[in-house]
């Protein structure tokens, strides 16, 4: 167990709605990175958040937002959702921004688009 | 752009045998190369992380090494076990873009008894 924990587990929704996925980071961890990850592929980076403030974006369009809160614990939110959406979505903690800072990862969260 | 190629995207060998995952990577303007494992449906959990100026990592039967001249890593199983059985994933953290992992689609393993 990593100690970061996602919810929900699964999640079914139709095109054009909007979705909105939780993260509780690891205990004394200030940074959230979200990671989408297709079916047989690599996770691919979303964005990052330290201290509140986003801190890095991957190439996703603006429909995928984020917010993280004063204990650290962060939303994605994604609108106008798309059947591509459709994939597992990962939240990963670390202590810092630091690049050699080891990444501890969720469960995930499993977005069907229908 | 960084790209991250693995294979092969599938390995099954019988328990007991030795096997490498390799990982090539097109930019060598890194700051570590990460090897992960991923369980069907879960998350994914940190095996070795190489930084920049190291040649190799080990952990228990793992061996993970680093060429970045030539853009290639490795990551060796010795004597492979059932519940070696999962997906692996490498990743590296781009010079470039410091913010995120660049990841492989993955090795998918099955270790047969």
């Known amino acids: 167990e990593t100690g970061v924990t996602q919810s929900p587990t699964h999640l079914i929704k139709t095109r054009g709605q909007q979705v909105t996925l939780r993260c509780s980071s690891q205990?004394?961890?200030?940074?959230v990175s979200w990671y989408q990850q297709a079916l047989g592929q690599g996770p691919q980076f979303i964005f990052q958040y330290y201290r509140e403030e986003e801190n890095g974006r991957g190439n996703f369009p603006p429909r995928f937002s984020g917010l993280q809160f004063p204990n650290y614990s962060s939303e994605l939110n994604v609108n106008a959702l798309e059947l591509d959406d459709s994939a597992l979505y990962l939240c990963?903690?670390?202590?810092?921004?630091?690049?050699?800072?080891?990444?501890?990862f969720g469960s995930g969260t499993q977005l069907s688009v229908l | 752009k960084q790209e991250v190629t693995q294979i092969p995207a599938a390995l099954s060998v019988p328990e007991g045998e030795n096997l490498v995952l390799n990982c090539s990577f097109t930019?060598?303007?890194?700051?570590?190369l990460q090897w992960f494992r991923q369980d069907p449906g879960k998350g994914l959990t940190s095996l070795l992380l190489?930084?920049?100026?190291?040649r190799e990592q080990t952990s228990g039967r793992l061996n993970a090494s680093l060429d970045k001249s030539s853009g290639r890593s490795t990551l060796y199983i010795a004597a492979s076990q059932p519940g070696d059985s999962a997906t692996y994933l490498c990743?590296?953290?781009?010079?470039?873009?410091?913010?995120?992992?660049?990841f492989g689609s993955g090795t998918q393993l099955t270790v047969l008894p």
């Open positions: 205990s004394g961890h200030n940074t």
């Open positions: 990743a590296v953290h781009g010079a470039g873009s410091a913010r995120q992992l660049t």
């Open positions: 990963a903690s670390s202590l810092s921004t630091g690049v050699n800072e080891k990444l501890f």
């Open positions: 930019d060598s303007a890194i700051y570590n």
């Open positions: 190489i930084q920049s100026s190291q």
